[in-house]
Nanobody, 124 residues
Framework: QVRLVESGGGLVQAGDSLRLSCAASGRSFMLSALAWFRHAPEKEREFVSGISASGFRTLYADSVKGRSTISRDNANDTIYLQMNSLKPEDTAVYYC?????????????????WGQGTQVTISS
C-alpha cells in the first residue's frame, strides 16, 4: 500500500520548536517533490513548504520563512519539517503530500498522495 505517514506533532508553547516527520512507503518517492500543507479550523488549506525530488530546491510560505527548514532523506523515503519560534497561529493539522512533479510547487492540485495529518497545537 502506497502511503504517507506523518508524526511529530503535539502541544507545545509559543516559542518552542517541533520537528515533523513524514515516512513514505509502498514505492520509491525519489522522483517526487514532497511538501507540507496545513489546515487550521475555519481556514483554507495552506501550503507550508516544499522540496524538490533532488532535495536541492526548497520553497517556503511567507508565514514560516526563516522559522522553518524542510529536508528529505531519499535513502529512507522520509521528509522532515523543523519548525522553530512557533506561534499560536501555527496551530493546525499538518499534512505531508507527494507530487507527480519533481519540482516543488505550492499548488495542492499538483499533489496526488496525502497523509492523514498530524495535529500541531501551540499555546500562548
Amino acid at each position: 500500500q502506497v502511503r504517507l505517514v506523518e508524526s511529530g506533532g503535539g502541544l507545545v508553547q509559543a516559542g518552542d520548536s517541533l520537528r515533523l516527520s513524514c515516512a513514505a512507503s509502498g514505492r520509491s518517492f525519489m522522483l517526487s517533490a514532497l511538501a507540507w500543507f496545513r489546515h487550521a479550523p475555519e481556514k483554507e488549506r495552506e501550503f507550508v513548504s516544499g522540496i524538490s525530488a533532488s532535495g536541492f530546491r526548497t520553497l517556503y510560505a511567507d508565514s514560516v520563512k526563516g522559522r522553518s527548514t524542510i529536508s528529505r532523506d531519499n535513502a529512507n523515503d522520509t521528509i522532515y519539517l523543523q519548525m522553530n519560534s512557533l506561534k499560536p497561529e501555527d496551530t493546525a493539522v499538518y499534512y505531508c503530500a507527494s507530487s507527480f512533479l519533481n519540482m516543488q510547487t505550492m499548488e495542492p492540485r499538483n499533489y496526488d498522495l496525502w497523509g492523514q495529518g498530524t495535529q500541531v497545537t501551540i499555546s500562548s
